[in-house]
């Protein structure tokens, strides 16, 4: 049976005289005030999810690289301005990795490294920039990197083989790069609030593809070839 404890919208502002059991392996700190946790916490090398969402957290101890048995991990709407590098050695982290609604003002290149993470969701932070090399990132199904500041997507997106779902809306894209043509398994690709102005036609090569949105890009050219998506039945929004 998993030892969980749940803690979530209590209005904790510490975890003083909050017992931790050595044996947790479900911690949800969901929806509290906490500015910090205890080094206690980094020790508990049983858990497999750690909900710390919606807090008050400023950093990361890099004593979570002791975690290696955790699959979900969600640090979303906090004040957090760096991820410790750590985290990429958190080979264990399968299911979920949710980091978004920070201060982040760049990618944390450590995250590249975990290579059996199918979801990554890394919203609404401040991040212009990716690492050029994504390939590391090689179970990813679903990316989420809308509400930041990036320019330019690099080519080595086009590694990501089995990603399904791509999502960078409210961003200040005025391009992509053809790799992109490679993403053979995608099904969803969102696009709006960019400032595109032109489609790779390497994106004619992604025949699973269902729903394409390209709305408020007010300077796009379309391509004459959307007009073969919809026949085939892909939802293109525009």
């Given at each position: 049976m998993t030892t969980r404890l749940e803690l979530s919208g209590q209005g904790l502002t510490s975890l003083s005289g909050v017992p931790l059991p050595a044996s947790l392996e479900y911690l949800d700190l969901y929806d509290n005030r906490l500015t910090s946790v205890p080094d206690d916490l980094w020790s508990l090398t049983g858990l497999r999810v750690l909900n710390l969402a919606t807090n008050r957290l400023t950093s990361v101890s890099p004593a979570i690289g002791a975690l290696?048995?955790?699959?979900?991990?969600?640090?979303?709407?906090?004040?957090?301005?760096?991820?410790?590098?750590?985290?990429?050695?958190?080979?264990?982290?399968?299911?979920?990795?949710?980091?978004?609604?920070?201060?982040?003002?760049?990618?944390?290149?450590?995250?590249?490294?975990?290579?059996?993470?199918?979801?990554?969701?890394?919203?609404?932070?401040?991040?212009?920039?990716?690492?050029?090399?994504?390939?590391?990132?090689?179970?990813?199904?679903?990316?989420?990197?809308?509400?930041?500041?990036?320019?330019?997507?690099?080519?080595?997106?086009?590694?990501?083989?089995?990603?399904?779902?791509l999502h960078l809306r409210k961003n200040r894209l005025t391009s992509l790069p053809s790799s992109i043509g490679e993403l053979s398994e995608l099904r969803q690709l969102d696009l709006r609030e960019n400032r595109l102005v032109s489609l790779p036609s390497s994106l004619t090569r992604l025949s699973k593809l269902d729903k394409l949105d390209l709305r408020w890009n007010k300077d796009l050219r379309e391509p004459p070839w959307l007009a073969d998506f919809e026949a085939r039945g892909c939802m293109v929004l525009r």
């Open positions: 290696r048995r955790l699959h979900t991990l969600d640090l979303g709407h906090n004040e957090l301005t760096a991820l410790p590098d750590e985290l990429g050695e958190l080979a264990g982290l399968t299911e979920y990795l949710y980091v978004s609604d920070n201060e982040l003002t760049e990618f944390p290149v450590a995250l590249c490294s975990l290579g059996r993470l199918k979801y990554l969701g890394c919203t609404d932070n401040r991040i212009s920039k990716l690492p050029e090399d994504l390939s590391g990132l090689t179970a990813l199904r679903e990316l989420r990197l809308y509400g930041n500041g990036l320019t330019e997507i690099p080519e080595s997106l086009g590694t990501l083989s089995t990603l399904r779902e």
